[in-house]
């Protein structure tokens, strides 16, 4: 019971950074008569246009508050840490096995407050499948050490 609440808490969370986003990626409907909130929709196109890329779909608030990014791997990835961003993580298509925490091997920093390495030591391995949702709080070593294309996922980032 608890992980069912805990995903429909994630998914809530994802749903209320995608109706508060700022105008101007995608369309926009009037703002709501009673909260006055800008709502933001993506259509399927877009949304699917977005994967092929492997690119943003929402770049972020102007306050930085989260960025919405939808994702391709086919491949492993460098392992990853962010100092300010929790990311998470709603998988669309496809498995991948995740691992998280440990420590990172070779990290350095690629851009202010994140860090890139060669691989994480003593992490805990999950595997991801389609409808599987995970956070990951900031400053947590995290990488995608197998994907099995295509493996589609969202990503929330959130400061």
């Given at each position: 019971m608890n992980t069912c609440m805990n995903r429909f808490?994630?998914?809530?969370?994802?749903?209320?950074?995608?109706?508060i986003a700022a105008p101007s990626v995608a369309q926009t409907d009037a703002a709501d008569k009673n909260t006055?909130?800008?709502?933001?929709?993506?259509d399927a196109a877009k949304v699917n246009a977005s994967f092929e890329k492997g690119s943003p779909l929402f770049?972020?608030?102007?306050?930085?508050?989260?960025?919405?990014?939808?994702?391709r791997r086919d491949?492993?990835?460098q392992s990853e840490l962010h100092a300010k961003d929790?990311?998470?993580?709603?998988?669309?298509?496809?498995t991948a096995?995740?691992?998280?925490?440990?420590?990172?091997?070779?990290?350095?920093?690629?851009?202010?407050?994140?860090?890139?390495?060669?691989?994480?030591k003593d992490g805990t391995s999950r595997k991801l499948a389609k409808g599987d949702v995970i956070v990951?709080?900031?400053?947590?070593?995290?990488?995608?050490?197998?994907?099995?294309?295509?493996?589609?996922?969202?990503?929330?980032?959130v400061r």
């Open positions: 808490r994630v998914l809530a969370l994802c749903g209320m950074a995608l109706s006055g909130a800008q709502v933001i929709y993506f770049a972020g608030t102007p306050d930085g508050h989260y960025t919405i990014l939808t994702a491949k492993p990835g929790t990311d998470i993580i709603y998988v669309v298509e496809g096995t995740f691992v998280t925490g440990g420590e990172m091997v070779e990290g350095k920093t690629t851009a202010p407050d994140e860090i890139r390495g060669a691989s994480i990951v709080p900031n400053n947590t070593p995290h990488q995608f050490v197998e994907a099995n294309p295509p493996f589609l996922y969202f990503v929330v980032k």
